[in-house]
């Protein structure tokens, strides 16, 4: 599999480059805003102006994107163009956003995780079945990352929202944070951002009621387990047809 990579110089991008290399696989070419003729894993660096013509001149099998949702779209809307298939990780989408990578989806497969993680795939199973089982207890959630991300809450923590929520049907509303006199409604989710230091991204879903609680928890180690499960992710995408895919609901079948 040839891979082009955006945002080459970013965490993810270097991650993505570093386990292309471990793999042995081609690298067709990587892009980042600010390139200025650095090499990341001895793979050169172009400015992301160039992404359009480098894609039409280079034809990878898939793009792996880890940037921001600006960037993103812009990527789709050129792959659709050209057929060439995407995985994105970025996070932090409006709705509009979400639309025009779906509008790509009808031109180009493109999928969209914001988890590539397999544990934090278990941990939106086991959220699932513990809320399921436990439909009086109160639920809140968070999440906890290095000080340099820019999106509040997570990508996955939305997602594990979306989990409780689709699953519990007195789910009212997401709560962010509590200050002043604040009493916790039936139903609500309460959700809880933290950002320090240089911590890769944890998880905690927490169940309590009747005299007990129970925590899931989810720790990424490294951002490897994210480059991994994006390039898993770009191998499955490139066999795909055009569509809109959800890394979510495709993870099983890696
Ligand atoms: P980062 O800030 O370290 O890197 C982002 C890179 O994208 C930078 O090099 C930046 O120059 C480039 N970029 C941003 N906007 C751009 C634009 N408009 N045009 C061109 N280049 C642009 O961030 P990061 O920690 O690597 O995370 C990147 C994204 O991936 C974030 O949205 C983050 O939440 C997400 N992420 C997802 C997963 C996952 O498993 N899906 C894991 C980690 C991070």
């Not at 993810?12 to 793999?23: D, F, H, P, Q």
């Not at 519990?168 to 997401?174: H, L, P, Q």
């Not at 989810?218 to 499955?236: I, K, N, P, T």
Request: aromatic share 4%.
């Amino acid at each position: 599999m040839r891979v082009a990579v955006t945002g080459a110089t970013g965490r993810m991008g270097k991650t993505v480059l570093s386990v292309a290399r471990e793999r042995g696989l081609d690298v067709a070419f990587a892009v980042n805003r600010d390139a200025e003729g650095e090499h990341v894993e001895g793979v050169p660096v172009r400015p992301s102006v160039e992404f359009e013509a480098l894609l039409d001149e280079e034809r990878p099998d898939a793009v792996v994107d880890f940037t921001g949702p600006e960037a993103t779209v812009a990527y789709a809307g050129a792959c659709a163009t050209d057929g060439v298939p995407l995985v994105t990780g970025t996070t932090g989408f409006s709705e509009a956003d979400v639309a025009a990578l779906e509008e790509a989806g009808t031109e180009t497969p493109v999928l969209v995780g914001a988890n590539f993680s397999r544990g934090v795939q278990a941990l939106l199973d086991a959220v699932e079945s513990a809320v399921g089982d436990l439909p009086e207890y109160d639920v809140e959630l968070t999440e906890t990352h290095h000080n340099g991300k820019r999106d509040a809450p997570s990508g996955t923590a939305k997602v594990l929202l979306d989990r409780v929520e689709g699953t519990r049907e007195d789910a009212s509303e997401r709560v962010h944070g509590r200050e002043g006199e604040a009493p916790r409604e039936a139903g609500e989710v309460g959700v809880h951002a933290r950002r320090a230091g240089d911590i890769t991204g944890e998880h905690e879903v927490l169940l309590a009621g009747n005299h007990e609680a129970l925590e899931l928890t989810h720790r990424a180690g490294s951002r490897s387990v994210f480059a991994e499960g994006a390039l898993d992710a770009a191998a499955w995408l490139a066999e795909q047809p055009a569509d809109y895919y959800r890394f979510e609901t495709i993870a099983s079948q890696l």
